[in-house]
């Protein structure tokens, strides 16, 4: 499995940023997708989950800014991030859980979020 993350940069304080990861690898449609991130000096944090049924998870500090989603036909899933504050600044994953004989999790490489204030 293999995921490519996609949409870092830097925004100031109240902007907007689309991450986006596609997935390869794997059957994506039975495949629960998620969205953690890791600041500097701290551990890495859920920011967002979304299962293959649709079910949602946000982090509490996330809820109502955040939105994740995903698009079976593409194999993509993506983290709508508004209201940006410059504590969201981190390195942000995206993260697939496989059920085969067990869960089976896959990490892509990170992509940064930087909002300055």
């Known amino acids: 499995v293999q995921l490519q993350a996609s949409g870092g940069g830097l925004v100031q304080a109240g902007g907007s940023l689309r991450l986006s990861c596609a997935a390869s690898g794997t059957i994506f449609s039975i495949t629960d997708m998620a969205w953690y991130r890791q600041a500097p000096g701290k551990q890495r944090e859920l920011v967002a989950a979304i299962t293959s049924s649709g079910t949602l998870k946000y982090a509490d500090s996330m809820k109502g800014r955040f939105t994740i989603s995903r698009d079976n036909a593409k194999s993509t899933v993506n983290l709508q991030m508004n209201s940006l504050k410059p504590e969201d600044t981190a390195v942000y994953y995206c993260?697939?859980?496989?059920?085969?004989?067990?869960?089976?999790?896959?990490w892509g490489h990170g992509t940064l979020v930087t909002v300055s204030s």
């Open positions: 993260k697939a859980t496989y059920f085969s004989s067990g869960p089976h999790d896959y």
